[in-house]
């Protein structure tokens, strides 16, 4: 467990039409001291819930009722549209650039989460993004960045291998020291890699932390859209 | 340029017209025809001449009772045709052969062993709309109109028939019985003018001339009842149908076939997604929260740790396995995301080019994502390419998408690269599969659908 990553409670409303898996996902946010003030379990409840209970985060799944989908994602683009600092963190069954690039393209991307469901079974990271997307940061499930590292395009060709690692881990909102403990690489070679590759994508340096996952956000706007 | 064209070869259609080869001696004859032409003995006392008695007699009160059901049915019509439903009864005159075909072709098996198969085509679709105007369009349900007509009417001639013809026979074999129960009414039997038969020996001897008219109308009967038949078979299974309605319904069974496997895999995905994988899920969930509460390093916090990652392995595999069995994503939205899903998983970079107005129907998508899944397998397969195009356009009414890699070429619809498998899936929705591959490369796969 990422020891910076020391959460303040959050007032959750969790989306999701498993009854099985919304009650795992309630003990497992419960447990990390999060509230679920909400648990619903179709796009049209999520919308109501939302508006009545006004949480700090939104957890939903896209496939769920009324046409078993993509309803969960639909919601959380217009709740994104209506309320820019909602932060909601979506759950895909399966890898689409698609849904990635559509909720990315809400309020530039912050505080939007979009991870493959498997990784809520591990819990550390799941709850670590929570935290991440609650706090306004940008994590994209690290799939959908190998994929997108895989397809041709000019700005990611330019990437060395090592560079779009570092670009995926940068994807799934890590902080420099995290990267450099997963690459087992130095905190400077890092930031090395993040100016280079912050550069070679035409991106300005800044020292706003949000503004690293903008190299992803852009470039997923960009293949999304294709 | 080397074109596959889907082709649909076909065996000829079943001979099941009456004209098999005449029986021999000894051989069971199949017809009443066949029948006749035995050596008399053999045919006399067979059951022959009692079928086709039968036969005539069934088909004359069958005719009677036909005639006076059409009657009912197109005076109350006629009756009622000021109000909607009169109109509505007048419309099911035709349909009526629906009812008696069935008959037919039962009573048929009496002096015709060669079955007609019944000819209808089930409606496409479901309601009672869908197949009143199926069997209104058919030929099939005029045919057997006009058969139910037919009986309506010879009905009536086949019991004038057989009352003249039973009661000559009837007389002339009971002649002596008639004399001997009346043997004082002076008059006896008026068999003619100026001939009448008064004694008892006297009317023995027409008894001969009975049995003989017994056996002629047993041939008669029987040549009759062929006759109808033949005209039944004529009107019921029509020529064989041409090859030309065979093949286009083979290719609807086909996309029917086709549509009804992709339904089910939609069911099979859903079945999955809904049970299998959140239960998974919540499974690793459960793992997950277990693991934080053991020390690691304890034989539980092991054994928990290795149900955690064997169950998201198990998660892993069963996620590909479901987007094997039905991309979702095609169904949310559409082509050209589904497409780019898939080349994003490709072994080689592909880069996609589709822009599509619009959303296609759902077989026409299926078909071509199923071509271009195929196609890019193949590359990363046998072409060793190092990258790949996928475009898709619509243009004139066709979907024209096209796989393009820089391969090594040669590629063989012969050589069980799927690609017969292809244009078989491609020619159910009317499309055209191109492949041209020169040795050396490029290679290009061309799929035209109308849409």
Redesign the interface.
């Known amino acids: 467990m990422d020891p910076e990553s020391k959460s303040a409670v959050l007032r959750i409303v969790l989306a999701e039409?498993?009854v099985?898996?919304r009650?795992?996902?309630v003990?497992?946010l419960t447990?990390y001291g999060h509230e679920v003030v909400a648990a619903v379990g179709d796009a049209p409840a999520l919308d109501a819930a939302v508006e009545r209970t006004d949480p700090d985060l939104v957890v939903t799944d896209v496939?769920m009722p009324p046409t078993?989908?993509?309803d969960g994602l639909r919601v959380a683009v217009t709740l994104r549209s209506r309320r820019p600092n909602l932060p909601v963190l979506v759950l895909s069954?399966?890898?689409?650039?698609?849904y990635a690039a559509e909720l990315l393209d809400t309020a530039d991307g912050a505080g939007v989460g979009y991870l493959l469901?498997?990784r809520?079974?591990?819990?550390?990271d799941f709850a670590d993004a929570v935290a991440r997307v609650a706090g306004g940061g940008t994590v994209v499930d690290q799939e959908v960045i190998r994929?997108?590292l895989?397809?041709?395009s000019d700005p990611l060709d330019r990437l060395t291998s090592r560079e779009a690692e570092v670009l995926a881990l940068m994807a799934e909102g890590r902080s420099n020291a995290a990267i450099a403990r997963a690459l087992v690489v130095t905190e400077a070679a890092v930031t090395k890699h993040i100016g280079n590759i912050l550069a070679k994508l035409d991106l300005p340096l800044d020292a706003d932390d949000h503004r690293r996952v903008l190299a992803v956000v852009t470039y997923l706007r960009r293949s999304g859209s294709? | 340029m080397t074109g596959i064209e889907p082709t649909l070869t076909l065996p000829g259609p079943p001979a099941t017209s009456p004209n098999l080869p005449v029986s021999g001696r000894g051989e069971r004859p199949r017809t009443a025809w066949q029948a006749l032409i035995r050596p008399p003995g053999r045919f006399l006392f067979s059951s022959w001449p009692w079928r086709a008695l039968v036969y005539v007699v069934s088909g004359s009160v069958l005719g009677f009772v036909i005639a006076m059901a059409l009657f009912v049915i197109a005076v109350t019509g006629a009756v009622l045709s000021v109000f909607l439903v009169g109109l509505v009864v007048l419309a099911m005159i035709p349909l009526t052969g629906l009812i008696v075909a069935p008959i037919e072709r039962w009573r048929l098996r009496l002096v015709d062993d060669v079955p007609v198969v019944d000819p209808h085509v089930p409606p496409t679709r479901p309601g009672p709309w869908a197949w009143f105007t199926q069997r209104y369009r058919e030929v099939a349900t005029w045919r057997e109109f006009g058969a139910t007509l037919l009986l309506a009417v010879l009905g009536i001639a086949d019991m004038l028939g057989l009352m003249i013809a039973g009661s000559f026979v009837g007389i002339l074999l009971g002649a002596p019985l008639i004399v001997w129960l009346d043997p004082d009414s002076g008059s006896g039997l008026q068999m003619g003018p100026g001939w009448s038969v008064d004694t008892v020996v006297e009317a023995w001897s027409l008894v001969p001339i009975g049995l003989l008219l017994l056996v002629v109308f047993a041939y008669l009967i029987t040549a009759w009842a062929a006759g109808r038949a033949q005209l039944t078979r004529l009107l019921l299974a029509g020529r064989e149908v041409e090859p030309g309605e065979r093949v286009v319904a083979l290719t609807r069974s086909r996309a029917r076939l086709v549509d009804a496997f992709q339904a089910e895999r939609r069911r099979i995905e859903?079945d999955l997604?809904?049970g299998a994988?959140?239960?998974l899920?919540?499974l690793?969930?459960?793992?997950?929260?277990a693991?934080?509460d053991l020390p690691p390093d304890s034989d539980a916090g092991r054994r928990v740790t290795s149900a955690?990652e064997q169950?998201?392995l198990a998660?892993?595999e069963l996620?590909e396995l479901?987007?094997g069995v039905h991309p979702?994503?095609l169904?949310?939205?559409g082509l050209a995301?589904a497409v780019?899903?898939v080349?994003?998983?490709?072994s080689v970079?592909?880069?996609?080019?589709i822009a599509l107005p619009r959303r296609l129907p759902r077989e026409v998508e299926a078909a071509a994502y199923f071509v271009v899944t195929e196609a890019l397998t193949n590359v990363d397969r046998h072409s060793q390419a190092t990258?790949a195009t996928v475009r898709g356009r619509i243009d004139d009414g066709r979907l024209i998408v096209e796989v393009i890699d820089d391969g090594v070429g040669g590629a063989d619809a012969g050589r069980g690269t799927g690609l017969v498998g292809l244009a078989d899936r491609v020619s159910v929705v009317d499309g055209v599969l191109t492949l041209v591959s020169p040795i050396g490369g490029p290679t290009l796969l061309r799929v035209e659908i109308p849409c």
């Open positions: 039409d498993s099985l898996l009650e795992g996902l003990a497992l447990r496939r078993h989908t993509d069954q399966y890898v689409e650039q698609t469901k498997d809520v079974g591990d819990v550390d994929q997108l895989r397809r041709r294709d | 859903r997604h809904d994988q959140q239960r899920v919540a690793t969930v459960e793992l997950g929260l693991r934080l955690h169950a998201k998660l892993g996620r479901i987007r979702q994503l169904t949310d939205r995301p780019a899903d080349a994003g998983r490709a970079p592909v880069s996609v080019e990258e």
